[in-house]
T-cell receptor, first 113, second 107 residues
Framework: NAGVTQTPKFRVLKTGQSMTLLCAQDMNHEYMYWYRQDPGMGLRLIHYSVGEGTTAKGEVPDGYNVSRLKKQNFLLGLESAAPSQTSVYFC????????????FGPGTRLTVT | DAKTTQPPSMDCAEGRAANLPCNHSTISGNEYVYWYRQIHSQGPQYIIHGLKNNETNEMASLIITEDRKSSTLILPHATLRDTAVYYCIVKANNLFFGTGTRLTVIP
């Protein structure tokens, strides 16, 4: 099993450009999450999904959109990137909030200039 | 949602037990305590979790006080590879990772 994979690993964007980060998991997990981590900070939840076709806002959702069209994939979109969105983005998945640990991907390092 | 309080940093001598405390005084009855760690810039790694009873696995032990308001993660024989940031998390609908405890294992 590959676990949780993220694409791409690195990306540089110019202000105003758009992009989509892809997260894929092969563990048949119901829940998927997107976090961001700024230098020296803990992780902050952006959006999460409790199942295919559902999404919900986390702690810092502004400027991001998500979609969960397939159970194994969770997409994070930036419609108009801003320098404040420079961060490392982590995706995670789990069987449920109380049903098991979250498995994290390796992260995507995004720089917006 | 319950939040947690952890010391920002701790040191531990290699080979000794590392005891990492966490305060979660507002925890509710059905909320689990989870511990993760993050080594350098890698994705966080699950360590252990518990509800009321003490738990042990191949990585660590988790001691939860009887009133459930605090817990301690124990790494029985710390190695240099255990140097990481350790996060204590009380699971709820809106998951929250704080700044954790930066553990440095000293040779």
């Amino acid at each position: 099993n590959a676990g949780v994979t993220q694409t791409p690993k690195f990306r540089v964007l110019k202000t105003g450009q758009s992009m989509t980060l892809l997260c894929a998991q092969d563990m048949n997990h119901e829940y998927m999450y997107w976090y961001r981590q700024d230098p020296g900070m803990g992780l902050r939840l952006i959006h999460y999904s409790v199942g295919e076709g559902t999404t919900a806002k986390g702690e810092v959702p502004d400027g991001y959109n998500v979609s969960r069209l397939k159970k194994q994939n969770f997409l994070l979109g930036l419609e108009s990137a801003a320098p404040s969105q420079t961060s490392v983005y982590f995706c995670a998945s789990s069987y449920g909030v109380e049903k098991g640990a979250q498995n994290f991907g390796p992260g995507t390092r995004l720089t917006v200039t | 949602d319950a939040k947690t309080t952890q010391p920002p940093s701790m040191d531990c001598a290699e080979g000794r037990a590392a005891n990492l405390p966490c305060n979660h005084s507002t925890i509710s009855g059905n909320e689990y305590v989870y511990w993760y760690r993050q080594i350098h810039s890698q994705g966080p790694q699950y360590i252990i979790h518990g509800l009321k009873n003490n738990e042990t696995n191949e990585m660590a032990s988790l001691i939860i006080t009887e009133d459930r308001k605090s817990s301690t993660l124990i790494l029985p024989h710390a190695t240099l590879r255990d140097t990481a940031v350790y996060y204590c998390i009380v699971k709820a609908n809106n998951l929250f990772f704080g700044t954790g405890t930066r553990l440095t294992v000293i040779p």
